[in-house]
């Protein structure tokens, strides 16, 4: 019997998947993994250097097999990457599990990160480029989601209490 997280998050690049997950695991008594830092652990490199070396493509398969690795392995709090729901396995491999979509807007995206880090799938025009790619992803976050928690105006300690009272846990 594979290991079952107790929460898996996902959403958009920038929207505090990871500060929000450190807390959840801290609130929950439980470890946190971050697929994204499993790949740039075990890559030995930035995932912006994996989309420019060997470009998206490669990245997603890299992705695919650290998401269904988590998945298999942890049983506290995971983040995916927020691409990881556009591959069909990762979507089904998610069936089953506490999925919490943390959900911003762009204004709210365009506040906290300004949309000029070093985002590969954001380099030429930051603000179009977003919404595009939430257009293409919302609806996939949507579907895999036990819940949905807007993030625009919160604290991630706020968010955090919201993601719990949503899946109706109690904290350790």
């Known amino acids: 019997m ?22 959840l695991a801290e609130r929950l008594g439980v470890g946190y993994r971050d697929t994204d830092e499993d790949i740039v652990t075990a890559e030995g490199r930035a995932i ?34 927020g691409g990881a729901v556009l591959d069909p396995d990762t979507r089904a491999a998610l069936a089953g599990h506490r999925v919490v ?33 939430m257009e293409a992803r919302r609806h996939l976050y949507e579907e895999v989601a036990t819940a949905v928690v807007p993030t625009d105006g919160r604290t991630p300690e706020e968010v955090t209490q919201a993601a719990l009272d949503a899946l109706e846990l109690k904290q350790a």
């Open 48 to 81: 912006a250097e994996i989309f420019v070396d060997e470009g998206e493509d490669a990245f997603r398969a890299i992705e695919k097999r650290a998401v269904r690795t988590a998945l298999a392995e942890h049983e506290g709090v995971v983040a995916l990457g």
């Open 101 to 133: 979509y943390l959900s911003m807007e762009v204004d709210e995206a365009v506040r906290r990160t300004g949309l000029n880090v070093a985002r590969p799938l954001l380099a030429v025009n930051p603000r179009k480029q977003w919404r595009e790619l």
């Open 2 to 23: 594979s290991a079952v997280p107790a929460i898996v998050l996902i959403g958009p690049m920038g929207v505090g998947k990871s500060t929000v997950g450190r807390l």
